[in-house]
T-cell receptor
């Protein structure tokens, strides 16, 4: 079974803090993704990565950065957390070809106070 | 640019009714994949089906069926004889090449409520 693991299920951080969300996958997937999910807005893509050290902006990258130093790990960084970044964050991974469906982690509910 | 539109925000049906969830997509790529995911109240996204752009055959899996039509850029999902356990949010998604990688874009989801 594919396993995508996010480091925390729930996080509470203060405004202005630097926040790291970690994601690890065990299927040797090339692609990894970070989304945020808000009511009525679906899943919005923040950043994705198709290889180690390679990244591309998604649809809402402002206020976020990412790091992919190893193939299995993809980190989302909130440089200076703000209350409008309170959300559910979902990590996913997939192959390029063959079976390209994405598999998701359990999500991290981040609250910025 | 790529985009997925799920115009139905919420659908309520009575058990045993058939229901169709609509999905319309936009992409400039000729090679792409389409997906449906289910998100039950527990929150974890569950992959249901994948279709590539060269395969327009419809698919049936038990009570689920999918209709892919390139001419209308649609990939609709039908549940036959709905059950309470089908209650969930359903997402349609599109994967196409952009820059160096495959960008995976989701629609806003359709909340399906199946009542007794």
């Amino acid at each position: 079974d594919v396993k995508v693991t996010q480091s925390s299920r729930y996080l509470v951080k203060r405004t202005g803090e630097k926040v790291f969300l970690e994601c690890v996958q065990d299927m040797d997937h090339e692609n990894m993704f970070w989304y945020r999910q808000d009511p009525g807005l679906g899943l919005r893509l923040i950043y994705f990565s198709y290889d180690v050290k390679m990244k591309e902006k998604g649809d809402i990258p402002e206020g976020y950065s990412v790091s992919r130093e190893k193939k299995e790990r993809f980190s989302l960084i909130l440089e200076s957390a703000s209350t409008n970044q309170t959300s559910m964050y979902l990590c996913a991974s997939s192959f390029w070809v063959g079976e390209p469906e994405a598999f998701f982690g359990q999500g991290t509910r981040l609250t910025v106070v | 640019a790529q985009k997925v539109t799920q115009a139905q925000t919420e659908i309520s049906v009575v058990e045993k009714e058939d229901v169709t969830l609509d999905c319309v997509y936009e992409t400039r790529d000729t090679t792409y994949y389409l997906f449906w995911y289910k998100q039950p109240p527990s929150g974890e996204l569950v992959f249901l089906i994948r279709r590539n752009s060269f395969d327009e055959q419809n698919e049936i899996s038990g009570r689920y069926s999918w209709n892919f039509q390139k001419s209308t850029s649609s990939f609709n999902f039908t549940i036959t004889a709905s059950q309470v356990v089908d209650s969930a949010v359903y997402f349609c998604a599109l994967s196409a090449m952009t820059g160096g990688g495959n960008k995976l874009t989701f629609g806003t989801g359709t909340q399906l409520k199946v009542e007794l």
